[in-house]
C-alpha cells in the first residue's frame, strides 16, 4: 500500500540527510549500542540527558548510525517525553481538519508539492493517496495539519521544509515526524518569538 511505499523509499534515501556514517560494521554496532545506551538511561535516571549533555553531543557528532536515526532525533529533540505527555494523539490531530484554519489548510495545500518536488520520496508519481498528492505529499500534508493544530501558533511557511526532513530522517514515519517537529517548533518558536500573540503579529507582518 501507500504507507509501505512510503517507507520503502523513505528508508532508501534516508542516508542522504547528512550525518557520518561509521567506517566498519564493529564501529557501527559499537555506535548503535552506545544510542540504545543512552535511550535506556534516558527513562530511568531523570535529566540524564542533560546531566550526559556532552557525551550524547560527542556521540552525534561521530554521527548517528541509520538503524537509531529517528529514535536518536526524537530522544534529541525530547520529543519522546512530549508525545508521552500529551492527551491527544497524532491521529487526532491530524483528522481535525475542521480546527485548522482555512487559510492555513489553503496554504498547506500549496507548500506540499513545492516540498522536494524532485526527491523520490515526494515525487509525484503512481496513484494519488488523496486529492492528486503523491504518498509523500499526502503524508507531509496530514502533518502540516496536525502540525497547525497542536502548536497554537498557525502555518508559517517554511516549516514545510522541515517536516518533510523528519519524514525523511523518520523513514516516512509520520508519526514519529511530527513529534520531532513539534517539539522543535514549540522550543523554536517560544525562544524567538517568546508567546503565540508574538507569532501571530510576526504572521500579520509576513
Known amino acids: 500500500g501507500a504507507t509501505a511505499q512510503l517507507g520503502e523509499t523513505a528508508h532508501r534515501t534516508s542516508e542522504r540527510a547528512g550525518e557520518r556514517m561509521p567506517t566498519s560494521d564493529d564501529e557501527r554496532d559499537e555506535r548503535e549500542e ?19 549533555r556532552a557525551k550524547i553531543k560527542e556521540a552525534a557528532r561521530r554521527g548517528i548510525p541509520d538503524a537509531v536515526r529517528a529514535q536518536a ?8 517525553v512530549l508525545r508521552a505527555e500529551s492527551t491527544r494523539s497524532y491521529h487526532e490531530y491530524a483528522s481535525d481538519l475542521a480546527a485548522c484554519p482555512v487559510e492555513d489548510v489553503a496554504a498547506i495545500d500549496k507548500d506540499a508539492p513545492r516540498t522536494f518536488p524532485e526527491h523520490p520520496l515526494f515525487a509525484a508519481e503512481g496513484e494519488a493517496a488523496m486529492r492528486g498528492f503523491s504518498p509523500g505529499e499526502a503524508a507531509l500534508r496530514r502533518l502540516l495539519i496536525a502540525l497547525v493544530n497542536a502548536s497554537g501558533f498557525g502555518y508559517v511557511q517554511g516549516i514545510n521544509f522541515v517536516a518533510g526532513f523528519s ?4 523513514r516516512g514515519d509520520e508519526e514519529t515526524a511530527f513529534w520531532i517537529c513539534l517539539s522543535l517548533v514549540r522550543d523554536l518558536m517560544s525562544l524567538v518569538w517568546g508567546d503565540n500573540e508574538g507569532v501571530n503579529a510576526l504572521r500579520v507582518e509576513l
Do not use: G, N
Not at 552506545?34 to 550526559?52: D, G, I, M, Q, T
Not at 519524514?167 to 523518520?170: D, G, H, I, Q
Open 73 to 80: 532525533w526524537s530522544f534529541l529533540v525530547e520529543a519522546d
Open 167 to 170: 519524514l525523511l530522517v523518520t
Open 34 to 52: 552506545r544510542w540504545l545506551k543512552f535511550f535506556r538511561r534516558a527513562h530511568e535516571v531523570p535529566r540524564y540527558r542533560h546531566s550526559r
